[in-house]
Structures are given as structure tokens and as C-alpha cells.
């Protein structure tokens, strides 16, 4: 059977009480040895862990969006000088005759 948690010290600080057990590696430590992350309380080591997985999926998505932001340009100003030139034939001729209807 494992102490209570007001029996157990800090792994990194030994002359402090442990404040809480980190969930991910199941060791305790002082307040001063935590960081809040995802509503949980966790030790450096595994938030260091959490923070290079989530890291790796992100440059995946931030490569790809470097990579069609030039194209995704050209498209909205092919698309802006399209219409632009749509509405611009859409206007009578007599108009530019100087000629009112």
C-alpha cells in the first residue's frame, strides 16, 4: 500500500512535501516542480514529452499550408480580375458612347 501523498516528497526537492503525482511517469513532486497542461498537472519531463508530439503533427499541416498558400493566392486574384472583367462586359456599350439610355 503506497503512503498518502502528505507522506511523500519531492523527487527533485526531498526537503519539501509532494504535491502532487504526475500522471504520466506516477512520481511525486512539489508545486514548484509542475506546469498545468490540458487541465492536468504534469512533471517537466512528460509535458516535454506532450509538447514534441503535438509539435510533430503541427509542422506537418503548417508545410502543407507554406506550400498551397501561393497557389490559393493566384486562384483568389484569378478569381478577383474574373469577375471584375465579367462585371465590366456587363455594362452596354452605349454607356461608354456617352450615349444614356
Known sequence: MTPSLSQQRCLHHPEREAAYRCPG????????CGAEHD???????CLKKVM?????????????????SPIVGLFIAWLFFFYLGQLLLSIPSS??????P
Do not use: D
Open 25 to 32: 511517469c506516477k512520481r511525486y513532486y512539489c508545486r514548484e
Open 39 to 45: 487541465g492536468r498537472i504534469l512533471c517537466a519531463a
Open 52 to 68: 514534441v508530439a503535438q509539435q510533430t503533427g503541427s509542422r506537418r499541416w503548417s508545410r502543407l499550408a507554406m506550400a498551397a
Open 95 to 100: 454607356f461608354h458612347e456617352g450615349r444614356l
